[in-house]
């Protein structure tokens, strides 16, 4: 049977490139953007089989356009819901830089957003074997962070991991599996910052393992902290 797969925020950047490698690997995809963004990248990877490829609008950060999605997704239900949406924040990064807005915005962007989003998409896994994966990163880790900086991103993406962990402990007896996966340093808009700096992976690297990873440990009933090939991380 085919398996499906929601991504939210799929119109550029890893959430894109995942878009096209599971549509690749046969999936049905569902990839969204916010309102007024341009979707037609994401369009153009359905061309070949425009039943497997749908668009909804959603915007993390927007308590008031959650109804409306769900109701758009209608009575769809997915094998692997993926929250990628993400910001890097102010470059600079330092908690004596930023403004209170600062830390809200990378807050609700990264943790609260995403996490409350899932919480409301529960009911459109599919049971059992449904699957969250949720796009952290390595510097969500306390364990292996023993470097300075970063400091607003770290606390987003620990947050993150810390509240997917507490889905999976509300779900796990129904045989949910919750994935927090880092794809590696990866060539986009945010792994370059705009072009100034030179990531360690492709987006192809990634994106291609990072589906790797999704499809090896789906519907296990586990919650693994992994990286983009596979290699378990400590929380
Ligand atoms: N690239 C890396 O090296 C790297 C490493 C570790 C983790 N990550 C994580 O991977 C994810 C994707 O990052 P990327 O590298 O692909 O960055 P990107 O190219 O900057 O893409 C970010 C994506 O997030 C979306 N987004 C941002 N704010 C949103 C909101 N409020 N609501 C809905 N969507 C929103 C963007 O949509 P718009 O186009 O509308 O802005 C875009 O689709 C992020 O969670 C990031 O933290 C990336």
């Not at 550029?12 to 969204?32: C, D, I, M």
């Not at 039943?51 to 109804?67: G, N, P, Q």
């Not at 990628?84 to 209170?100: K, M």
């Not at 007896?173 to 808009?189: E, F, K, N, Y």
């Amino acid at each position: 049977m085919t398996k499906s797969i929601l991504i939210v925020a799929a119109e550029r950047g890893l959430g894109l490139g995942l878009a096209e490698q599971f549509f690749k690997r046969g999936w049905s995809v569902v990839g969204t953007a916010r309102q007024d963004a341009d979707i037609t990248d994401l369009l153009s990877i359905g061309a070949s089989d425009p039943d497997r490829l749908a668009v909804a609008r959603i915007d993390v950060t927007k308590a008031d356009e959650i109804s409306p999605f769900l109701a758009s997704l209608s009575d769809r239900r997915f094998d692997v819901i993926y929250l990628n949406a993400g910001i890097f924040g102010p470059v600079h990064q330092s908690v004596l830089e930023a403004t209170d807005e600062d830390f809200a915005e990378i807050m609700l962007t990264n943790t609260f957003g995403p996490i409350r989003l899932a919480r409301y998409l529960m009911n459109k896994l599919v049971t059992p074997g449904g699957t969250l994966a949720f796009m952290s990163s390595h510097r969500g880790s306390i364990e292996i962070n023993v470097e300075a900086g970063l400091e607003l991103y770290r606390a987003s993406k620990v947050s993150l991991n810390m509240l997917a962990r507490g889905i999976y402990a509300d779900y796990k007896q129904q045989g949910l599996t919750v994935l927090s996966i880092h794809p590696g340093w990866a060539r986009t808009a945010m792994g370059t910052l705009d072009g100034a700096v030179e990531p360690e992976i492709e987006l192809e690297t990634s994106v291609q393992g990072v589906a790797d990873v999704v499809e090896r440990h789906m519907a296990t009933g586990e919650n693994l902290y992994l990286d983009y090939e596979g290699t378990r991380l400590p929380w």
